[in-house]
């Protein structure tokens, strides 16, 4: 049919059956798949054709959207490798496709791990470009902001720059954008690189539009993100030049930003850290409205971030006294008595900053103390160690404070906290109970406390080991806190600590065994734990040395002068001889003296005998002192000997008459024997009295004391010493003076190798010079017992020469004189003379 005739026909209204021609050989038909099978789409992503890519990567999008399973069998499937070489296609379509099923799929772990295998970062960041469609900004943004949760993926994104066109994304007209931009963004300055590179690109007045607006999500964003970058002065400075605090306060004023109130919090907190702004807001009269806001909120988490931000600004001084000024003590005392945990833990630590501030501990101390004290009773340990912070930074250098805690009840409560499981919370507590001990009122108030400092002695945390050490160095100038830590075990735990590598720790150790070695028992006892090898130890290190080092090693031998003379062979004229002294000999330096009680029991040897000095009646009955020296020489006596000991000791108005006896003693005496021997092994060990030296102390003190000089007193003592231990000797016949068998019949008589020295009739050098020294200190004439070699010993005295004939008045200096006793009993020989030196060695 001619074309003349279609248009004709057409015109008549006829139907006309137009000729279709076939399509080319080479073409392939239309082809419309429905495939339910995500391997089936999968495989399609390597389609050459973009229309088949585009409706595959929607479908994909579609598909991984509904869970994160579905992710995973993507994952499985192998689409993340081409959907990677999508996501730069020269298509806009399929590449908005493919960066869509990537910002989903990215949310998944799996997926991102293998995101950063493939190095994906350089292309999605190429993909926040200007000309890009802005779904895929939304897209691209929200898979970095899900891979910018890994550091290395943090690393990748700064590195690559793709911090600056997420910066640029912040202006976006897409609120999707912002909110991923402004996310991605948060997690990049978690790094202090990306900090310091978004306040380059300032970026913070773009931050700040952000808080304007109206989706909640993209301003909490935003104040977290500035919860970050402002922990550093540049950034605060900025932000305080772009007036970002007039926007935080106007968060903090809309009642409707409640949920926004805690992150605004956390910005300004960072924000008061600096002088400046304290004072700015100060002067705009933001700072009242922080504290009244701060006081007068109901909501926990505000409380505790507005006790943090003044907890921050309380660490300079400057702001210290802003915060005094504007009565901060009044807003933290209300936080304690919040019923928020949280608060009253953030307001005690803002307590404890702001006790810097002499006025403000002062202020403190009235009305804050007695919440603190009830808060160490809390279940919640963070509450607990931050109240027992406050109380040490309150009570130190304060006596008001520390009375105050006393008057609040606080001892017990701070005694119960030393067994509380943190750290923190231990050495607090020591701490305020040490600033107490400062003052003697309250020290003498203080009980208990030795016993449970035994475990914070044995913790492995140093600053519980040091406060602890600090405690008892406080406590234990009494007694009765020296007794209790001996009974409860504490010595041993205090004795390793100078073992300590921490400076602090092996000082505040030796301050307190130095006070601890204030009386006999508990120097003996600290000699037996190996105190005295650690300390000689301590002092031949210059590096270990301290302070207290060599004024604990001098109290503990001063105080275990057994010990000191047998290690040291020299007691000076102060180191005054008590009863319960014994003279062991010379050993060398790390050899541990056993007690008295313990060689009194060893087998009779040949080793040279103990010499012992106890004119001291013991405190108990007759027959029972009698039998607890029985005990001591290791061997049972007759009832008789017994008696007849009794009436040996009683002559003389010494002791108690038979007639006089207590009641008691005599139904003790009618027990039968098998009662006796039960009692007496209750009894405590106790030295055999030696009454012979109590006689001679008794008549040396009748002959001695009335004279009128020390140098009189001195040769008449010395005379009376040599008669008492066998008289003079003559120089060329001492080799004849038989002392050593005397003193071992003596030793076969007691069987035992400990001799009272008052037994001893026949006494050489270094039993007279001992002697000597004994009566010298209960009378009161200074001298020194000095050990000398081959059994060799000697007293010093200082006299004081008479004036040259002709002078009168002149007070010439004392000179150090050798008393003999041997050869020519009181005769007084200079300290270096030939005569002397004579004595000493020959």
Known sequence: MSSARVTQEKRMGKKVKKEVEPPPKDVFDPLSIESKKAATVVLMLNSPEEEVLAKACDAIYKFASKGDENKVTLLSLGAVEPLFKLVSHEDPLVRRNAIMVFGIMASNNDVRKLLRELDVTNSVIARLAPEEDIVVHEFASLCLAHMAVEYTSKVQIFEQGGLEPLIRLLSSPDPDVKKNSVECIYHLVQDFQSRAAVRELNAIPALLELLKSEYPVVQLLALKTFGVISNDRETRIILRENQGLEHLFKILETKEFNDLHVEALAVVANCLEDVDTMQLIQQTGGLKKLLSFAEMSTIPDIQKNAAKAITKAAYDPENRKILHEEEIEKCLITLLGTDNDGAKAAASQAISAMCENLASK??????????????????????????????????????????????????????????????????????????????????????????????????????????????????????????????????????????????????????????????????VELCRLGALDILEEINLSTGRKNNFSEGALDKLLDNNLSQKYSQMGYLSSSNIITDGFYDYGQVKPGVKLLSLEELSIQELNDHRAIILVNAKLPEVSLSAEDKSQDLYYGRTTSSSSIRKSSKERTRKGKGKKEEDKPKEEEELQTMPKVQQEVIFEKLPWLPPFDSILLDYIIDASKIILPLTTTKEQVVTLALFVADKMGGPIERDKLHEFSWELHISEIEFELKCNVVPIGKIKKGTFYHRALLFKVIADRIGIGCSLVRGEYGRAWNEVKLVDDSPQGITGLLLPPQMYIVDLMYQPGCLMKQGSAEADHYQRI
Request: glycine share 4%.
């Open 362 to 523: 002062d202020a403190f101390g009235i009305q804050g103390i007695p919440q603190l004290v009830q808060l160490l009773s809390s279940e919640n340990e963070e509450v607990k160690e931050a109240a027992a912070i406050a109380l040490a930074n309150l009570t130190t250098g304060s006596p008001s404070n520390a009375s105050a805690v006393a008057e609040a009840e606080g001892i017990e409560p701070l005694i119960n906290v030393l067994s509380a499981k943190r750290d923190g919370t231990v050495a607090n507590a020591a701490a305020v109970l040490t600033n107490m001990a400062m003052q003697e009122p309250l020290r003498l108030s203080i009980h208990g406390v030795m016993n449970a400092i035994v475990e914070p002695l044995q913790s492995t945390n140093s600053l519980v080991q040091s406060k602890a050490a600090l405690t008892v160095a406080a406590l234990g100038c009494d007694a009765d806190a020296r007794t209790e830590l001996r009974i409860a075990s504490g010595l041993e735990p205090l004795v390793k600590l100078l073992h300590s590598k921490n400076d602090e720790v092996r000082r505040n150790a030796c301050w307190a065994v130095m006070v601890c070695a204030s009386d006999e028992l508990t120097a």
